[in-house]
């Protein structure tokens, strides 16, 4: 690789991305820069490797403007298609065709719980030929990336204001999170006091105490009286005698993995029901179910013309998988049959799942395989296919040592953080070899950094 010098190099890319210039750090060498983001993601999920970016990836603020406001509006037709299914918590399980087991945290109030259903969420966006296209929303109160986000900009800010301005704006999940907290109490009428409901057994201890830190921090620079309390804390640490202390909460976890880790769910039942609203609510993960995005995608009765164009331009046409008739730009078409000789162009996702687990992308798989995971899911009626987004290249500037440094092609994926309707920073996973795919850090061992907008 042939290192570049420290003044900023223009580079050509997909107009969503623009013409943008490689920032890096005046005055600074890579050997710095690369000890400024190690000081500043120490004690985070950053993969031990080699590879560092020396600067944020930068794009028009008229892309950073689209992609949160394009996710607030799908997310709120997301919910509504969940909603829209039945009246009833019960009758919603049955059109996504899952258990009430799978959703054991539900609130009494309807209102409550569906008003609150999409309040945090990390979708999942890959810029294709046309622009952003969400392949996933993952709403839910524990996204992966908010504490990296927030070091990374807290990493960069660093190393500009050494040598001037900061050429860049973003906001930042940890301050969204917290000012939706606060606006969530001011809602519910409710006294700022919150609970910080998680365990110390799904993250190693160092991360655990930089995550819950800095967390807890905002929210008290916020004006919240914020505690972190664990399933043995509860019920009874919520409580100030007969008296509930802490109204409102974060549910910082997920039920599958707490089941994976044998975490007992019964303690956080009892919290709900002693009247501590734990956010984002359980119906969340109704909204997590892709197969409500395939819904989505296929239309619902009462969308409006707007609201379906809207749709077909941000999200990858998308359906669950039966032996059954389905819609293909404009043509009615065998959906199995479709699937088997259209396997280049599509992927398979089951409904329920997470880190990127359960996914077979076409292309990348042989036609046995590819047949017997669709005759699977025809069988158990819990997948969606998707039609694979082609995805552009974003150049991003990085360095695998102190000496070697340069800018390369790469295929991120983005992940714009939602809380309520405040945008809460963007984050990006990529390989760093030019592959492409979807992919996790903990799977595939991605890349990282933030993207942010042109000042």
């Known amino acids: ?186 809602r519910l009428g409710v006294e700022p006091r919150a609970a910080w409901v998680t365990s110390m057994r799904d993250l190693p201890s160092r991360i655990a105490v930089k995550y819950f830190h800095l967390e807890l921090e905002r929210l008290h620079h916020r004006g919240i009286s914020a505690e972190l309390f664990t399933p043995e804390d509860l019920p009874h640490g919520l409580m100030d005698g007969d008296r509930l202390a802490f109204p409102i909460g974060v549910r910082c976890f997920t039920v599958p993995e707490w089941r994976e880790l044998g975490i007992d769910i019964e303690p956080v039942r009892q919290a709900l029901d002693a009247g501590c609203l734990l956010l984002p609510t359980q119906t969340c993960g109704l909204l997590d179910n892709k197969k409500a995005l395939g819904l989505l995608s296929e239309g619902q009765p009462w969308m409006s013309a707007a609201e379906r164009a809207f749709v077909e331009r941000y999200v990858p046409w998308t359906r669950i998988v039966a032996d059954r008739a389905v819609d293909w730009r404009g043509e009615q078409v065998d959906l199995v049959k479709h699937l088997e000789a259209g396997q280049r162009a599509m992927v398979l996702k089951r409904g329920i799942g997470m880190k990127g687990e359960a996914v077979l992308v076409g292309r990348a798989c042989t036609a046995a395989t590819w047949r017997r995971a669709l005759d699977e899911a025809v069988r158990l009626g819990d997948s969606v296919a998707q039609e694979y987004v082609e995805p552009v290249a974003c150049e991003v500037d990085l360095s695998w040592s102190d000496n070697d440094a340069g800018v390369v092609e790469t295929y991120p994926v983005l992940g714009p953080f939602l809380f309520g309707d405040r945008p809460g920073g963007l984050w990006a996973r990529f390989l760093t070899e030019g592959n492409e795919g979807v992919f996790t850090r903990s799977v595939y061992g991605s890349c990282e950094n933030v993207v942010v907008a042109a000042a």
Do not use: K
């Open 1 to 186: 690789m042939n290192t570049t010098n420290g003044s900023a190099e223009r580079t050509r890319t997909h107009d969503w991305f623009g013409d943008r210039q490689t920032i890096r750090p005046r005055g600074l060498r890579p050997r710095q820069i690369r000890d400024l983001v190690r000081y500043y993601m120490a004690d985070t999920h950053l993969m031990p490797t080699s590879v560092l970016p020396l600067s944020p990836i930068v794009i028009p603020r008229r892309s950073y403007a689209e992609v949160f406001r394009a996710g607030r509006v799908l997310l709120d037709l997301l919910r509504r298609t969940v909603l829209g299914l039945a009246p009833t918590l019960r009758g919603r399980l049955d059109g996504l065709g899952t258990s009430a087991a799978d959703y054991p945290l539900v609130v009494g109030d309807p209102f409550v719980e569906e008003e609150f259903a999409a309040a945090m969420a990390r979708p999942d966006v890959i810029i294709g030929a046309d622009g952003p296209r969400f392949i996933e929303f993952n709403p839910c109160g524990t996204p992966g990336g908010v504490i990296e986000t927030h070091s990374w900009l807290r990493a960069w800010r660093a190393a500009y204001q050494r040598y001037g301005t900061v050429p860049f704006r973003s906001s930042d999940p940890v301050h969204a999170r917290a000012d939706f907290v606060a606006d969530a109490c001011d």
